[in-house]
């Protein structure tokens, strides 16, 4: 069990993707992180792991001189074990970024994976999460998003499956 003060929760929410590149939220980012050059880990899974996101979505912190790892969870193929997750979520992350996108996949993803749980213990430790758009809107526990839109949805079925059950 994690014990912590979630009034001490760090978000830097962004209402679209382009806000991560604007400097006054890079620099609160920052700020909130407690250090110079925070380690960044990108987390891409609303957008599908898309490297052109990462690159763009990245760019600001990668001009700072910030190390930055990304963390593809999209397929199942480039899925990292249980502990290297942990190990780059809770250990070495100083900031977690959440790509824009669908929210629904992204969250329906952490959970299959189990970096759901990871990602709350990180922000229990003081990590920053941050993100625009999805990025943003995926650290809440409510959020209103389009993600069930046909043309937005690429796992349809299994999003409507998982909403039935609930």
């Known amino acids: 069990m994690i014990a912590a003060d979630v009034s001490q929760i760090k978000i830097v929410a962004s209402g679209n993707e382009r ?3 604007l400097q006054p939220i890079v620099d609160k980012v920052v700020e909130l992180s407690g250090t110079d050059l925070p380690k ?3 987390v891409g899974t609303a957008s599908f792991d898309r490297t052109d996101k990462f690159l763009r979505q990245t760019q600001a912190f990668r001009d700072m001189g910030c190390e930055i790892r990304r963390l593809d969870v999209s397929e199942g193929e480039t899925v990292p074990t249980l502990d290297e997750m942990k190990d780059v979520v ?7 970024m959440g790509s824009g996108g669908n929210t629904l996949h992204a969250l329906l993803r952490w959970k299959e994976v189990g970096l759901d749980l990871l990602l709350k213990e990180a922000s229990l430790k003081g990590v920053v999460l941050c993100g625009g758009s999805a990025g943003a809107g995926c650290w809440f526990s409510s959020l209103h998003t389009d993600s069930l839109r046909p043309d937005n949805t690429k796992n349809k ?10």
Request: proline residues 0%.
């Open 157 to 166: 079925e299994h999003v409507l499956n998982e909403l039935s059950e609930e």
């Open 90 to 96: 809770t250990e070495w992350a100083d900031v977690i």
């Open 19 to 21: 806000g991560m590149r």
């Open 40 to 42: 960044v880990l990108y």
